[in-house]
Structures are given as structure tokens and as C-alpha cells.
């Protein structure tokens, strides 16, 4: 293994901030490369230790062929963070040929691994599911991912996860269940696998909770390191120093007021989520804070019916006034003209 490599799974494993990239477009829906490039360099220089590209804040439409955009993107991802410590996450999606395709092109990219969603295999048994993920990891080291099914994904139980963690080429796990006892599945299968695979929360409504807490299975001690996280596409920066501060909690006392801010994270995150609406505005929430900061035009999606929902706009407005703190409003206005240069 070269020295990049080993650099990228080490970051991995002590645990990034890992934004999943949202997609800048302009008023006619067309890709704004100024701005893609743009949000990129934001997430650089806030302190995130990565970026996830092709993913579902990225807009899955944009394999679409009327788009024809899953390359580009890519690309431009890849051309930001070349001469970067950053670590380059793809998102694959769909059945095997096509996984195994996208895998292949992100791999020529230079991305370091795929995000690998199994939303497309819903009727699939666990056989066949382990049978797919070890045809990507024969091409590209795998971040796994558990998508809570109100959102597509399905419901994957214990003897999945201890069977895919034993799958060499995996190397993390973003779990997002939304659901504490299968999130608990995932971290026990990985701890029992006695492997060194990183595990990142997508836990929306439990990002601080996962971050602070320790599990404790077959003798082993395993922690959440870190985030890939849509939310954390937006104030980024104070997701940055959420991070830095979760990890000082490994060897003190936890502090009462990590509580208070895991209700605080959860509660804006419900407004730029909609999780009011099953989260059907969840990529027009993030467009609107980065719209606000000016370094997106507008927020606009490759669907022009996809756009925040009724109410979602006056809850955004309470917890940016609510929670000040976890905005970084400040940082991007300092140096949003040097990123969109």
C-alpha cells in the first residue's frame, strides 16, 4: 500500500467530517461549475477531512442521461482535492453492472472508495447482497451504507452486517437507520468482526449522540468517528469543531451540556431535513442555507418539483434564530469570495 493510501485510511479511521456534496446549479437547471467548485473549497477549508460526491444530496437524477452529469460531477470533485489530504468518497448506486461501472469509473478517478447504496437490491436475499457488495470491493474499497427505509433503503438485519464485515476491501460504514436498535446491529456485527472498519453516523436526528457514545461488544470498545452527512453540507465549519470537541469527550467525563446540543443539532436538523414531510424538501433545506451564505445561487434541483415544503421555510428561519452557534455564517462570509473566484 503507497503512502497516499495509507494516509486517506488512517484520516478514515480516526474520523472526518465528510460532507455529502450537494449539486450547484443554475437558474436554468444546468450545472454551475463555478459554484460546484466553489462548495468544494468550503468544505476544504472549513476543516472537512473529505467529500462525498455522487451521493443522494448530489442528486441521484444526475445519471440520468438527460443529464448526464455523474461524470462531470466526479471530475470536478476530483480536480479540487487532487494536490489534497482530503478523502474522496464516490456515491454507487444500483444493481451489480451498474455498481460495479460506477465503481470502476470513480476508481479511474482517483477517488479512494464508493458509497455503496443497496437500495436497488430491495427483494435480494442476504446471500446475494453479500454476493454484490464483494463484486465492488473486487474494484474499489467500500464504504457501506445502511439507508433507513423511509427514504428507500431496506431493513438489513445483524447477519448481514457480521457476514459484510468480514468482506476484506470494506473500510466503513455509514450507518443511517434512524433506528437505534439497528444502528446497535451494525456497530456489534463490526465489533465481533474483530475487523478495523471506521464507522460514520448518518443518524440525522442522533449525529451528537452518536459521536459521544461508547459501545461495548465481545470485549471490544467501538465509537462513531465520525460523519458522512448531507446536514453537514451546510455549517460545515462548526460541524468541524462539533467533531474536534466529540472526540477531547474519549478520555473525560461527558459534560451535561453535550445533551443540550444533541437536542439543538437534532432539532435544526429537522427543520432543514423536513422530516415534518418525510423529508421530501431534505435537499431544498441545504440549498437554502448554502443560498443564504451566497454560495449557491439559488436552490434549485434537476426536478423542478422538488423544493422545500409548505412551512419548511418559516422552521428554517426558527433554528437559524434559535441556534446561532452551529451556523458559521461568519466563516463564509470572510472567505466566500476567494472560493468562488
Same mark, same amino acid.
Given at each position: 500500500?503507497?503512502?497516499?493510501?495509507?494516509?486517506?485510511?488512517?484520516?478514515?479511521?480516526?474520523?472526518?467530517?465528510?460532507?455529502?456534496?450537494?449539486?450547484?446549479?443554475?437558474?436554468?437547471?444546468?450545472?454551475?461549475?463555478?459554484?460546484?467548485?466553489?462548495?468544494?473549497?468550503?468544505?476544504?477549508?472549513?476543516?472537512?477531512?473529505?467529500?462525498?460526491?455522487?451521493?443522494?444530496?448530489?442528486?441521484?437524477?444526475?445519471?440520468?442521461?438527460?443529464?448526464?452529469?455523474?461524470?462531470?460531477?466526479?471530475?470536478?470533485?476530483?480536480?479540487?482535492?487532487?494536490?489534497?489530504?482530503?478523502?474522496?468518497?464516490?456515491?454507487?448506486?444500483?444493481?451489480? /453492472?451498474?455498481?460495479?461501472?460506477?465503481?470502476?469509473?470513480?476508481?479511474?478517478?482517483?477517488?479512494?472508495?464508493? /458509497?455503496?447504496?443497496?437500495?436497488?437490491?430491495?427483494?435480494?436475499?442476504?446471500?446475494?447482497?453479500?454476493?454484490?457488495?464483494?463484486?465492488?470491493?473486487? =474494484?474499489?474499497?467500500?464504504?457501506?451504507?445502511?439507508?433507513?427505509?423511509?427514504?428507500?433503503?431496506?431493513?438489513?438485519?445483524?447477519?448481514?452486517?457480521?457476514?459484510?464485515?468480514?468482506?476484506?476491501?470494506?473500510?466503513?460504514?455509514?450507518?443511517?437507520?434512524?433506528?437505534?436498535?439497528?444502528?446497535?446491529?451494525?456497530?456489534?456485527?463490526?465489533?465481533?468482526?474483530?475487523?478495523?472498519?471506521? /464507522?460514520?453516523?448518518?443518524?440525522?436526528?442522533? =449525529?451528537?449522540?452518536?459521536?459521544?457514545?461508547?459501545?461495548?461488544?465481545?470485549?471490544?470498545?467501538?465509537?462513531?468517528?465520525?460523519? /458522512?452527512?448531507?446536514?453537514?453540507?451546510?455549517?460545515?465549519?462548526?460541524?468541524?469543531?462539533?467533531?474536534?470537541?466529540?472526540?477531547?469527550?474519549?478520555?473525560? @467525563?461527558?459534560?451535561?451540556?453535550?445533551?443540550?446540543?444533541? =437536542?439543538?443539532?437534532?432539532?435544526?436538523?429537522?427543520?432543514?431535513?423536513?422530516?415534518?414531510?418525510?423529508?421530501?424538501?431534505?435537499?431544498?433545506?441545504?440549498?437554502?442555507?448554502?443560498?443564504?451564505?451566497?454560495?449557491?445561487?439559488?436552490?434549485?434541483?434537476?426536478? @423542478?418539483?422538488?423544493?422545500?415544503?409548505?412551512?419548511?421555510?418559516?422552521? =428554517?428561519?426558527?433554528?437559524?434564530?434559535?441556534?446561532?452557534?452551529?451556523?458559521?455564517?461568519?466563516?463564509?462570509?470572510?472567505?466566500?469570495?476567494?472560493?468562488?473566484?
Amino acid at each position: 500500500m503507497e503512502s497516499s493510501e495509507q494516509d486517506w485510511l488512517a484520516l478514515l479511521r480516526r474520523g472526518a467530517v465528510i460532507p455529502a456534496h450537494p449539486l450547484a446549479l443554475t437558474a436554468d437547471r444546468k450545472l454551475d461549475e463555478r459554484r460546484q467548485r466553489a462548495l468544494t473549497r468550503y468544505y476544504l477549508a472549513a476543516g472537512a477531512g473529505g467529500v462525498a460526491i455522487g451521493v443522494h444530496t448530489t442528486q441521484f437524477a444526475i445519471r440520468d442521461s438527460k443529464f448526464g452529469l455523474y461524470r462531470p460531477v466526479l471530475e470536478l470533485g476530483a480536480e479540487e482535492t487532487r494536490d489534497t489530504a482530503a478523502i474522496r468518497v464516490a456515491g454507487v448506486i444500483g444493481p451489480t /453492472l451498474q455498481a460495479t461501472t460506477e465503481a470502476a469509473l470513480a476508481r479511474d478517478l482517483g477517488y479512494h472508495a464508493v /458509497l455503496l447504496s443497496l437500495a436497488a437490491l430491495r427483494e435480494a436475499s442476504v446471500d446475494q447482497l453479500i454476493d454484490h457488495v464483494r463484486a465492488v470491493a473486487e =474494484i474499489a474499497p467500500v464504504f457501506g451504507f445502511y439507508l433507513q427505509p423511509a427514504v428507500g433503503g431496506r431493513l438489513l438485519p445483524y447477519s448481514f452486517w457480521r457476514r459484510f464485515a468480514e468482506i476484506e476491501n470494506v473500510v466503513a460504514i455509514k450507518i443511517a437507520p434512524f433506528n437505534r436498535y439497528q444502528t446497535i446491529d451494525v456497530v456489534r456485527a463490526v465489533a465481533e468482526s474483530g475487523r478495523d472498519i471506521a /464507522l460514520y453516523t448518518g443518524n440525522d436526528d442522533n =449525529i451528537v449522540a452518536d459521536l459521544v457514545a461508547e459501545h461495548h461488544f465481545g470485549g471490544r470498545c467501538v465509537r462513531i468517528v465520525g460523519g /458522512l452527512l448531507g446536514h453537514w453540507a451546510a455549517w460545515t465549519h462548526s460541524a468541524v469543531d462539533l467533531l474536534d470537541r466529540a472526540h477531547d469527550t474519549y478520555h473525560q @467525563p461527558l459534560d451535561p451540556s453535550w445533551l443540550r446540543l444533541a =437536542i439543538e443539532v437534532t432539532d435544526s436538523n429537522a427543520a432543514l431535513f423536513d422530516a415534518a414531510n418525510q423529508f421530501h424538501g431534505c435537499i431544498a433545506g441545504i440549498h437554502e442555507i448554502l443560498r443564504r451564505q451566497g454560495l449557491l445561487e439559488g436552490r434549485w434541483c434537476l426536478d @423542478p418539483n422538488e423544493d422545500l415544503s409548505p412551512g419548511q421555510l418559516e422552521e =428554517i428561519d426558527r433554528v437559524c434564530q434559535a441556534y446561532p452557534h452551529l451556523a458559521d455564517d461568519a466563516f463564509v462570509l470572510e472567505h466566500r469570495d476567494q472560493w468562488l473566484r
